[in-house]
């Protein structure tokens, strides 16, 4: 059983900047693509970035040059930096992990708002 539990959410003001952390128990972390998704009110869940085990990445278009996603193998942690922050990016941001199966964390608020 994978269990991923977020992290670094909260009320920002426009402009600003969060890191986001993804804390995983699971025996082969690193053999795990980790990814970050967000879904709003009234919205449907949306990718925001990936991560493989290989180290190599991709990012939603919207968020292209204002995030950075990254892992650290050693902790199981995979990492979201959130710079630039905007009112629509407002949301609950999800951690996932992907192997065979896939699994959800239970996800973190972020808020921003002036």
């Known amino acids: 059983q994978v269990q991923l539990v977020e992290s670094g959410g909260g009320l920002v003001q426009p402009g600003g900047s969060l890191r986001l952390s993804c804390a995983a128990s699971?025996?082969?972390?690193?053999?795990?693509?980790m990814g970050w998704y967000r879904q709003a009110p009234g919205k449907q869940r949306e990718l925001v970035a990936t991560?493989?085990?290989?180290?190599?990445?991709n990012y939603a278009d919207s968020m292209k040059g204002r995030v950075t996603i990254s892992r650290d193998n050693a902790k199981k942690t995979v990492y979201l930096q959130m710079n630039n922050l905007q009112p629509e990016d407002t949301a609950v941001y999800y951690c996932?992990?992907?192997?065979?199966?896939?699994?959800w964390g239970q996800g973190t608020q972020v808020t921003v708002s002036s």
């Open positions: 991560i493989t085990s290989g180290g190599s990445t």
């Open positions: 699971v025996r082969l972390f690193s053999a795990y693509t």
């Open positions: 996932n992990a992907f192997s065979l199966y896939m699994y």
